[in-house]
């Protein structure tokens, strides 16, 4: 297990908003610039607590870094569009802020601010979803 990002995501687990809280823990991306096609996405982190209010054990929760399908994208590359995509939707599936789905084998995982994040070409991105919590 990393302990380099056990704050982070400790600090995400226990957020009601998840996206507000892996934009804060990240934080500036200013001096960050994302090459070709690829999309930095920060990773989802599941709730520590279940809805029945059972807390999993820490480990439990800190192998969504390494285990997570779904993240959100906080920063893409000049060409993150498909060829296949007309010009009104070049790019929509990489939006700043939405949620994606993605195979675990098809990233670069990462911290960045010692928060975790994968780096995902933009055509492995495999689903846009509203809510991270359907995806498991």
Request: glycine share 8%; charged share 30%; with cysteine.
């Amino acid at each position: 297990m990393s302990i380099a990002s056990a704050s982070k995501i400790e600090f995400i687990s226990q957020a009601k908003d998840k996206k507000k809280a892996i934009i804060e823990a990240v934080g500036s991306l200013s001096g960050v610039d994302v090459f070709s096609d690829l999309v930095l996405v920060g990773t989802y982190i599941e709730d520590e607590m279940t809805t029945g209010g059972i807390y999993k054990p820490k480990e439990v929760v800190q192998e969504s870094e390494f285990q997570g399908k779904v993240g959100l994208v906080l920063k893409s590359g000049p060409l993150a569009f498909g060829d296949w995509e007309e010009d009104a939707d070049r790019g929509k599936n990489a939006k700043v802020h939405t949620w994606v789905v993605f195979a675990i084998k098809d990233t670069w995982p990462l911290q960045v601010n010692k928060t975790a994040c994968r780096v995902v070409p933009y055509e492995k991105l495999r689903m846009r979803v509203d809510d991270p919590v359907m995806v498991f």
